[in-house]
């Protein structure tokens, strides 16, 4: 219908309207050159929607190999990252282990000071002890002596 159904079968087909003809025939050609535009519009976005897939095909081809990249990179981060872990880990325990050790080693000598200290005391005591014996000792002995040394003068007097 449209462009069509304003036209009667009489005029279109008619020997009498020529210029019906030429009417018909120029609207033709106007038809002919949209269709031809249409079609020359419709191949060029063809074109662009083949170039566009094409594009899409090789970007989805590069995230492919970015994303596989990243994954690749996080994978290995994860792995150094419990790489670093163990070896934190394995040196913590042997600094916790040396730490213990000393701890140990310090609680002996610990033990052994308190042993020295307590041994000079008793020492200490002991020998206070002796001075204190030999001291007594020898004031008897020195009584005893001026005893004798005036004893002795006694008589060398009479």
Wanted: overall charge negative; proline content about 0%.
């Amino acid at each position: 219908s449209g462009q069509w159904g304003a036209c009667s079968a009489g005029r279109i087909f008619g020997a009498e309207n020529g210029s019906s003809r030429t009417a018909l025939s120029g609207r033709v050609i106007n038809i002919w050159k949209k269709v031809r535009r249409t079609e020359a519009e419709l191949q060029s976005s063809l074109t662009t929607t083949e170039e566009t897939k094409e594009e899409c095909g090789k970007l989805r081809e590069e995230i492919a190999r970015l994303t596989s990249r990243v994954e690749e990179l996080t994978h290995q981060f994860n792995i150094e990252c419990s790489d670093m872990k163990t070896a934190l880990i394995k040196e913590r325990n042997k600094y916790e282990q040396e730490l213990g050790e000393y701890g140990k080693e310090l609680k002996t000598v610990q033990r052994l000071l308190q042993e020295s200290n307590d041994s000079n005391r008793e020492l200490t005591d002991q020998i206070s002890q002796t001075e204190a014996r030999t001291s007594h000792a020898v004031k008897v002995i020195q009584s005893e002596a001026d005893s004798r040394v005036a004893f002795l003068e006694a008589e060398k007097e009479e």
